[in-house]
């Protein structure tokens, strides 16, 4: 039997250390929408002849509780929305002036991830963004939304870039996502696939 190991937070972290995220919410202010099917808590569906680890993922309202076997839960925040007929979702650290105090806060910046959600019945379908896509298209200047400076790569030494960061406001997002978020290409091809806990 194929044992694989899947710890929730890391799935939702993203895949392989390879990260796209915005230091601004992807979102406009005034335009999330709320998704009271999601409510409840999830588990990591298991594939035929697979073992995943533990935890439970659970929403309430615009909170995200992501709980593992080992180490204390995580406290996020997700905003729903929507851009070219595709539910997305913005999520985030809560208040970090309640977790680290506001003198520690001026020192933290957080960041926002964009995930696509599908909820189907008892299935909630998560797909994240295509961080080789993104990549590829900031570094041929065929994305025009405004990020960090990339390291350069030189010919004689592979640089491995793990990491795209934009610093797009939400509607120079809103502008990219409503031309965007319902091409495949643009998000990983196997979702992140959840289960209604029992």
């Not at 900031?138 to 939304?145: I, N, T």
């Not at 793990?162 to 502008?175: C, K, L, N, P």
Request: hydrophobic share 40%; charged share 30%.
């Amino acid at each position: 039997m194929r044992t694989h190991v899947w710890a929730v937070a890391s799935a939702l972290c993203f895949f392989l250390g390879c990260f796209v995220c915005s230091l601004e919410p992807h979102y406009r202010k005034g335009k999330t929408v709320k998704l009271p099917g999601v409510d409840g808590s999830w588990k990591v569906c298991p594939e035929e002849g697979e073992q995943v680890e533990q935890g439970l993922v659970t929403f309430r309202g615009e909170e995200l509780v992501i709980e593992e076997e080992e180490g204390p839960p995580s406290h996020l925040e997700i905003h729903f929305f929507k851009e070219d007929g595709v539910l997305l979702g913005d999520v985030t650290v809560s208040d970090l002036s309640e977790t680290l105090g506001e003198i520690s806060e001026i020192f933290v910046k957080s960041v926002h991830y964009l995930i696509r959600v599908e909820l189907e019945d008892d299935k909630l379908r998560i797909f994240l963004p295509n961080w080789e896509w993104y990549l590829d298209a900031v570094e041929k200047e065929k994305c025009d939304l405004p990020h960090l400076p990339l390291p350069l790569r030189k010919k004689e030494k592979w640089i491995d870039i793990r990491e795209v960061t934009f610093i797009a406001t939400g509607h120079q997002w809103h502008d990219f996502l409503r031309k965007n978020a319902s091409r495949q290409e643009i998000w990983e091809e196997e979702p992140l696939l959840l289960c209604r806990a029992s």
